[in-house]
């Protein structure tokens, strides 16, 4: 069974080097798809960028119902968040998109709430036997005390990419970087750091949409490149949003994964990122249930799981099979020049 229509995508959030516009990417890889994209920014890199067909602004106040009328109006099968804020906001309004013909290519909503509360998703995977760092939800500086250190200060939600990710050495460091958040008003979490030396890992679990595993692939990652480090220190390393390293099979690792994602219930694409500890086990500590902004490396690998997801979604068989092709997979910035007189 084929099809000879391109299916029409429509991907929110396209920002520049970000899931957006790697998703775009690995579309394109695939063929088949006609791809639209929408921004609540003019200047997002999406706007700009030869692999979206066409794209549009999105309304920041009105977002969700924004971004249906444009999904409407352009007669989207598909519509891919391109970041956290983007499949946070539309996870919980996955019905309405879908009274409008519209499939949401993310996670199941329930799953969703749950990774996307870091407190809450650890809870449940350390209540399950997966070995996780100890972790702590913080409501007040106070609450602070006592918790091991060093750890990492981070926010309970949406810390993608290692946004106001902060490395604590002592308590006071940790209460320091705890009441910088509440001050802003995000709400942290505290997790036991897990030394570098064994090993950081960036790990893709698909599901189908019945639940079933599809496919996992891992990437450890090599931090020689500045751009991979968000900071570091003679002790400690914390890791940018921009992943490369080596792929090959790492079974341990991926089986590891693989039981995280049947844990939480997992019906979609899952990113798991941890390391290995000093006794040999895989640690989690961050999860997002979403593609990752390392799916191009992983299409480049043979493992495109942005297309498998999508046809399963719609109906279609993959237009090839997930595979892996061990390598090193790097990556850089490139840039764009958007002169006046185009814009105009």
Known sequence: MSRDAPITVMIAGMAGASLGTEIAKALAAAGGYHVLGCDISPLAYGHFDAHFAETFLAERDDYVASVLRLCRAAGVEVLIPGGDQPAALLAPAAA?????????????????AVATD?????EVLGAAGVPIPTTRGIA???????????????????????AFVFFARDPGEAELYCAYLLRNGIAPVA???????????????????????AGVIALRRAFTSKLSVLARGPDFLISSGYTQGRIEPFPEVCAAARHIAETLGSRGPLNVQGRVDPDGRFVPFEINPRFS????LRTLAGFNEVDHFLRR???WPPAAPLGLRPGWYLRSLTETVTPDEKRT
Not at 293 to 296: E, H, K, M, R, V
């Open 96 to 112: 309405r998109f879908a009274e409008a013909g519209i499939r949401i290519a993310q996670n199941a909503p329930e799953v969703v």
């Open 118 to 122: 870091k407190t809450r998703c650890f």
């Open 140 to 162: 007040a500086p106070g609450d602070i005390a006592g918790f091991p250190t060093p750890c990492v200060i981070k926010p309970s939600s949406a810390s993608g990419g290692s």
């Open 191 to 213: 997790q036991a750091y897990v030394p570098v030396e064994g090993g950081e890992f960036t790990v893709g679990v698909l599901s189908d949409p019945d639940g079933s595993v």
């Open 293 to 296: 902004a390392s799916t191009y």
């Open 313 to 315: 979604l719609t109906g």
